[in-house]
Nanobody, 124 residues
């Protein structure tokens, strides 16, 4: 079992920045790929960014490319999401996810463990 705890959400004005952090504990060797997803009210959960901790790549959704950056600190078992140039449409609950795979999956079924989520609200 892997436990994931997100932090760093909040309210920010459009154009601002936030940094989300996800701390993994437990059987962290089962969390080679880690990702961030988000879900806005009335919408499906969508992939935002993912990283393979074994060097299998980093991937971003087209909607966040050039604005968001994902990074991991393997000794600390954390993964961060730096979000810049935020837009109102980035408003959502952001979820950290972890999976056993080698390559980054953009589908939620590729992840085995999920955090509780953290709210990000971008005002216009």
């Amino acid at each position: 079992q892997v436990e994931l705890v997100e932090s760093g959400g909040g309210l920010v004005q459009a154009g601002g920045s936030l940094r989300l952090s996800c701390a993994a504990s437990g059987r962290t060797f089962s969390s080679n790929i880690m990702g961030w997803f988000r879900q806005a009210p009335g919408k499906e959960r969508e992939f935002v960014a993912g990283i393979s901790r074994s060097g299998g790549g980093i991937y971003y959704a087209d909607s966040v490319k050039g604005r968001f950056a994902i990074s991991s600190d393997n000794p600390k078992n954390t993964v961060d999401l730096q979000m810049n140039s935020l837009k109102p449409e980035d408003t959502a609950v952001y979820y950290c996810a972890a999976g056993k795979g080698v390559i980054v999956y953009t589908a939620s079924r590729g992840y085995d463990y999920w955090g509780q989520g953290t709210q990000v609200t971008v005002s216009s």
